[in-house]
């Protein structure tokens, strides 16, 4: 599948000595994806994760993760479970492949070839937490930057309902506003707007702070839009006069950037899909309609685990950012249709799927191959593998899809993309027309 | 590797002066021999054509861009599903979808389905290049390779206002080798970097970038100055200021003038020719480009032909896109890219009945038509910008078929045709031996790639059968049979083996003194650890770096010699 292989370097692990410092390790704790980590490694473990922030220390624990391989309650060898994976897509009608976090775009781009010649249904995490960014911007384009022209240009900075310094703490040290850039000073040089957003506050230290309604949110866009492409827009109203407020903070900047949350544990209890969507597509025009006065762009928070590297490792090879189906022998795009399956590989991380999600599979033969695999109470097969970027190296994306390596630090169980590779292997073969397996789960069978 | 003997074809092999001649085409180990074994599986090629495999020089099919094109186009997919073919090699085929910008295993596919085996993506942000390389590894059959951005690049800008064009030249070649890249691209030098700044306006060659040392002239010799010292296969690849601007032939014209006897590619001239009317309109400037060009055996170039339907324009010309959505009111994507370069794309649609796209349509045949030399001005729709990599075969119809060709004018908007030298009734029909030179061994000999476009002993044995027919368009978009590296890629027409191209990139020499400083700027700016810039080593031996081209420019080479 990939002539040019494995092109991320040497692994670290056995032929390190026993305690040493691995440079410039990419965490994937969150989507800022900081590639400047000092991993010390002492017996074989993480003993520290320098440069990290909370959830970077927390991503990278000490990297101890269990190496069981499992078939119902059974410990059988990698290639039993890898033919009781297989023999169960093989009976499945309606097989959904779901790509979790925490892999690499190599395994990533394996785990589309095996749905497309299973004729599977194809899924990540994407569609059920950000899916509303990707589909608004599909409708109407957007204006963005990499994280690197924010750093280096952004002079006004808007934070709208979203502080970085829970999810994505290093965003204002690494990105804005705190560095130096080429273009603007640092923090002193820049204009931050918080605007806080029902219970969605903006940075506490902000410039200015805007306080919108939580029911207003998206009629605040729709006015500073209009304001922005019309500045003699009529004002009337708290509503118009807020937005007002915010458009002529915007306009004088050289460079603006709005930032704002994609994922949709943010965007509000009440939310729907709809009004996901009226968000995001409000965002994106106030970002586009910024740039008829000055520059602007919007830059999109995504949470970890190379989420953005499943969206576009999917658009790559099937035209599409998620929500594919191969059923008819081609991709097709369902982002508002959960499939009903009756098995569902999970390649990746399960416990950092969404609960809803895994509710929704129902009955559904459970098989996961992924970090702590084994943990997953409901999986009917269980693979233990390492994580990208801990134990296997490879590419993720940040989330403004910029490619990063991802080092070997540590070693550790079964790589995934390997793991794939020989399930398309026998898939190939058609030794997976065997029968299938008992369907009882390690949980049914212990009640 | 089986043996293959291509037999009783007629051969055109411009590149080795054989001009549609009945003979034997022998293949071995994936290369062009003098003889095959008794063993050699046959084709039967009797009455029909053998070239080698077609070259793009210029398209945009594996890069970060591209892949923010096929993410705003679901619409474009749904219409156009691509089942998986039915190979007969151990290969997984692939399914995936179509549209102006295909998904990856889809472009190899319809490319090597079009009888091209070798393709160029003209446009990669060099901290994106993992993402060009990994497209690659999933576009299957044609070998691949990509050009790097460097004309907005805020280090190479440093550089030049501090006056240090030496270090330029080694950091050029250090980009080079960091990404797997093959040339140095230039796009609007300047001017993308300005639209950052705020910029609305046009940028001409002497306009200051900030410092009045940094110029796009100053960019444009910098850069072409270090693709020549380097030696690089690829002499600099030059996307002008001021693309699709009424007038914009003069600064198409001061450029090369600028960089007058040095070897210089100009790329997708036709979006580069316009001259200006009194009120500011549109007119042609093909003809005086074109005479330009003729008198000129330093420059090279493609005509990004424009062609009626749909199509994704895609660029790194981050203004020309805005000012592009704002004339058309499409969808419109912009990303700013990390201090190196931009990206805008807005999908369109060329019309027979609107006067630009018309116009459009009559600049690029006319340049066609107008050029003296089919070695230095190659074909490129400058996929997807111009119109699908698809539509070669209806260009190559258009260029060879003078009666097609005064047909579909007469179907066309004629309002900004006046002075077009189409209007005059261009008689010259392009004959088979001028299209496998401007398909396949001009782009090879401009690339510099000694062992592609040409059928001598040691050349890849990449080859193209097409069943002859008077519709030229359908002759050369449904080949008989294409071999790819030796082996039988198209076989009666249907695609049945998929094997991996191979990645055609360079690693010239540099200073390793120019790692000092470039790590200190990025500790200071970058976002990414300069320890994981370099993609490090690729599995494909590079193209070698140091050798010029082969044979004068404008005529058969001296030696058939392959090899890389």
Redesign the interface.
């Known amino acids: 599948?990939?002539?040019?292989?494995d092109?991320?370097?040497a692994p670290a692990g056995a032929r390190q000595p026993q305690d040493h410092v691995i440079?410039?390790v990419?965490c994937l704790g969150c989507g800022c994806s900081c590639?400047?980590i000092r991993v010390q490694v002492r017996d074989g473990r993480i003993a520290r994760a320098g440069n990290a922030c909370a959830l970077g220390e927390a991503w990278f624990g000490d990297g101890r993760v269990p190496a069981r391989t499992r078939v119902v309650d059974r410990d059988v060898s990698i290639g039993d479970a890898i033919d009781a994976v297989a023999a169960v897509l093989a009976h499945a009608k309606a097989p959904l492949i779901y790509l979790a976090p925490d892999v690499s775009?190599?395994t990533q781009?394996e785990a589309v070839?095996l749905a497309?010649?299973l004729h599977a249904s194809l899924d990540t995490v994407t569609t059920s937490t950000a899916l509303a960014s990707?589909v608004a911007?599909?409708?109407?384009?957007?204006?963005?930057?990499?994280?690197?022209?924010v750093?280096?240009?952004a002079d006004v900075l808007l934070f709208w309902g979203v502080d970085p310094h829970a999810r994505y703490p290093r965003y204002l040290s690494?990105?804005a506003p705190e560095p130096?850039?080429?273009?603007v000073g640092g923090r002193g040089a820049r204009t931050v707007i918080a605007v806080d957003i029902g219970e969605r506050p903006g940075p506490a230290d902000a410039d200015v702070r805007v306080d919108v309604p939580a029911d207003e949110e998206v009629d605040t866009l729709l006015a500073l839009e209009a304001i922005v492409r019309n500045p003699a827009t009529p004002i009337a109203g708290a509503l118009w006069t807020r937005a007002r407020d915010i458009a002529e903070r915007l306009t004088p900047a050289?460079?603006a950037v709005i930032v704002a949350d994609a994922e949709a544990g943010d965007t509000g209890a009440h939310s729907t899909r709809g009004s996901q969507l009226a968000r995001a597509s409000a965002l994106i025009a106030v970002a586009?309609s910024l740039?008829d006065q000055?520059?602007c762009?919007l830059s999109t928070l995504r949470a970890g685990g190379n989420r953005a590297g499943a969206?576009?490792v999917l658009?790559?090879?099937?035209?599409?950012?998620a929500a594919v189906s191969?059923i008819?022998?081609?991709?097709?795009?369902r982002p508002f249709d959960a499939p009903t399956p009756d098995a569902v590989l999970v390649i990746g991380a399960a416990n950092l799927i969404p609960d809803a999600v895994t509710q929704a599979w129902g009955e559904a033969a459970r098989l996961v191959v992924g970090p702590r695999a084994s943990e997953h109470g409901a999986a009917h097969v269980a693979i233990d593998t390492g994580i990208a970027g801990i134990h296997h190296a490879g590419?993720a994306?940040r989330m403004d899809?910029?490619?990063?390596?991802l080092r070997q630090v540590i070693d550790g169980p079964a790589n995934p993309l390997d793991m794939l590779r020989r399930l398309?292997r026998v898939t190939?073969s058609g030794a997976a027309e065997g029968p299938p397996l008992p369907m009882r789960t390690a949980q049914e069978s212990t009640r | 590797m089986t043996a293959l003997r291509i037999a009783g074809g007629t051969v055109y092999d411009p590149a080795n002066g054989i001009d549609g001649e009945v003979r034997d085409i022998c293949i071995d180990n994936g290369r062009i021999v003098a003889t095959a074994g008794p063993d050699a599986k046959v084709l039967d090629a009797r009455g029909m054509v053998v070239m080698p495999g077609g070259v793009d020089i210029h398209s945009h099919v594996a890069s970060s861009s591209v892949n923010l094109a096929r993410r705003l186009l679901p619409e474009e997919h749904i219409p156009d599903p691509v089942p998986a073919p039915d190979l007969r090699d151990d290969v997984v085929p692939r399914s995936g979808t179509g549209g102006t910008v295909p998904s990856t295993f889809t472009t190899g596919y319809r490319y090597a389905g079009l009888g091209y085996t070798t393709v160029f993506d003209a446009a990669v942000a060099p901290v994106t290049a993992r993402l060009s390389h990994a497209e690659f590894d999933d576009t299957p059959i044609v070998d691949g390779g990509f050009f790097v951005l460097l004309g907005n690049d805020e280090y190479l800008l440093r550089l030049i206002d501090a006056g240090e064009r030496e270090r330029a030249r080694e950091y050029a070649a250090w980009v080079m080798t960091a990404t797997g890249g093959y040339a140095i691209k230039i796009v609007n030098p300047g001017g993308v970097e300005l639209w950052k700044r705020g910029a609305r306006e046009r940028t001409d060659l002497d306009t200051a970038i900030g410092s009045s040392r940094v110029t796009p002239r100053a960019i444009l010799e910098t850069l072409v100055d270090a693709g020549n010292t380097l030696k690089l296969p690829h002499a600099a690849h030059i996307h002008c200021n001021n693309l699709g601007a009424a007038g914009n032939v003069s600064t198409t014209l001061g450029s090369m003038r600028a960089l007058e006897g040095r070897r210089a590619h100009f790329t997708h001239l036709q979006f580069h020719a316009y001259g200006a009317t009194v009120e500011g309109g549109w007119r042609s400037g093909a003809r005086e480009l074109i005479e330009y060009v003729n008198a000129h055996p330093e420059v090279t170039g493609d005509v990004g032909q424009v062609m009626f339907g749909p199509a994704a324009t895609l660029t790194a010309d981050g203004p020309v896109e805005y000012l592009l959505a704002k004339s058309t009111g499409r969808k419109w994507l912009n990303v700013d890219i990390e201090l190196e370069t931009g990206c805008g794309i807005v999908p369109y649609t060329y019309k027979e009945k609107a006067a630009v796209s018309a116009l459009q349509w009559a600049v690029g045949l006319e340049l066609f038509l107008l050029s003296t030399d089919p070695w230095r001005i190659v074909l490129s729709t400058d996929h997807p910008n111009g119109g699908s990599f698809l539509a070669y075969p209806e260009l190559i119809r258009l260029l060879m078929d003078r009666t097609y060709r005064e047909e579909k004018l007469k179907t066309v908007n004629q309002k900004l045709l006046a002075g077009s030298a189409l209007l005059d009734g261009l008689t010259r029909e392009y004959t088979l031996s001028e299209v496998a030179i401007v398909t396949r061994a001009a782009p090879a000999r401009i690339l510099g790639l000694t062992g592609k476009g040409h059928l001598g002993v040691g050349a890849d044995a990449d080859v193209t059968v097409y069943a002859s027919d008077p519709d030229f368009s359908k002759m050369f978009a449904t080949p008989r049979y294409v071999v790819k590296a030796g082996v039988l890629v198209v076989e009666e027409g249907q695609l049945r083996r998929a094997p991996a191209g191979r990645r055609l990139h360079v690693r010239p020499e540099y200073d390793r003194q120019i790692e000092h400083g470039l790590r200190g700027y990025f500790d200071r700016y970058s976002t990414v650890s300069f320890d994981n810039y370099s993609i490090g080593p690729l599995p494909d031996a590079p193209v070698s770096v140091g050798q010029t081209v082969s044979g004068p420019p404008g005529g058969p080479a001296r030696s058939t010699a392959g090899g890389r």
Do not use: W
């Not at chain 1, 599948?1 to 292989?5: I, L, R, T």
């Not at chain 1, 911007?137 to 022209?149: D, F, K, N, Y």
């Not at chain 1, 130096?180 to 273009?183: E, L, N």
């Not at chain 1, 899809?401 to 390596?405: A, K, T, W």
């Open positions: 599948m990939s002539p040019a292989g092109r991320s370097g440079e410039s990419t590639d400047d775009c190599e781009r070839a497309d010649i990707i911007a599909q409708e109407r384009g957007r204006a963005g930057a990499t994280l690197g022209e750093r280096n240009r690494r990105y130096q850039g080429v273009h050289k460079y586009q740039n000055t520059r762009g969206d576009s658009t790559s090879q099937t035209g599409y950012p191969f008819h022998g081609f991709p097709t795009y590419t994306l899809d910029v490619p990063l390596r398309m190939k």
